[in-house]
């Protein structure tokens, strides 16, 4: 079992540039739900994608938009690149249906903006 | 709405000591509580949950956590601190969706970097 993947592993991007962050759940998870860390605070949610659609949001920008595709993996899309958007952004997997319904996350993208 | 605090953002123990890592939470419906750990360059990995079953949960690695409702806290313990526990640990709190399957936002604490000398 691969558990959740994330790619790429490191980005640089410029200010007032776009980034694409990829995700691929855990077997058997269909929900998708994305973070934001910045160095030494606690991941803030940024959304969570259940059945190709948007199901919840967090206090972030419109900046900020998602897809989830038929496969049940995500993509995180960020337009406008500002310095302060630099962090670890974690992507987590977990079942709809079930008694674990924990979620499990990838080692993350971290995005430095410069 | 839900929220989470972290009493200490650093615990420093001696190896073979203690540990203990305080949380107390918030929300306006039952809550659901986790403690995750992250390792330097690593991703998060759940220790141990609650959900309304047992007060007393144990977790993998020797930790254990009491929910206290009256107290609204769930701190993190351990007897015996091993040198591999050094890490941050994040307290997290979340609310079972409508239809109670599965879970919304997961609210983190700041964190609680762990360190533990030989």
């Known amino acids: 079992d691969a558990g959740v993947t994330q790619s790429p592993t490191h980005l640089i991007k410029t200010r007032g540039q776009q980034v694409t962050l990829r995700c691929s759940p855990k077997?058997?998870?269909?929900?998708v739900s994305w973070y934001q860390q910045a160095l030494g605070q606690g991941p803030q949610f940024i959304f969570q994608?259940?059945?190709?659609?948007?199901?919840q949001r967090g206090n972030f920008p419109d900046r900020f938009s998602g897809h989830q595709f038929p496969n049940y993996s995500s993509e995180l899309n960020v337009n406008a690149l500002l310095l302060g958007d630099s962090a670890l952004y974690l992507c987590?997997?977990?079942?709809?249906?079930?008694?674990?319904?924990?979620?499990?996350f990838g080692q993350g993208t971290r995005l430095t903006v410069v | 709405a839900q929220s989470v605090t972290q009493l200490d953002s650093h615990v420093s123990v001696s190896e073979g000591t203690p540990v203990l890592l305080r949380c107390n939470y918030s929300?306006?419906?039952?809550?659901?509580l986790f403690w995750y750990v992250q390792h330097p360059n690593k991703g998060l990995q759940l220790l141990l949950k609650?959900?309304?079953?047992?007060?007393l949960v144990k977790g993998i690695n020797g930790f254990e956590a009491e929910f206290k409702k009256s107290e609204t806290s769930f701190h993190l313990t351990k007897p015996s601190a091993h040198m591999s526990d050094a890490a941050e640990y994040f307290c997290?709190?979340?609310?079972?969706?409508?239809?109670?399957?599965?879970?919304?936002?997961?609210?983190f604490g700041q964190g609680t970097i762990l360190t533990v000398h030989p």
């Open positions: 987590a997997s977990s079942k709809d249906r079930g008694s674990n319904t924990e979620a499990f």
């Open positions: 077997s058997g998870h269909d929900t």
């Open positions: 994608y259940y059945e190709e659609e948007e199901r």
């Open positions: 929300s306006s419906y039952s809550p659901s």
């Open positions: 609650y959900t309304s079953a047992a007060t």
């Open positions: 997290v709190v979340t609310v079972l969706r409508y239809g109670g399957t599965s879970y919304g936002k997961l609210t």
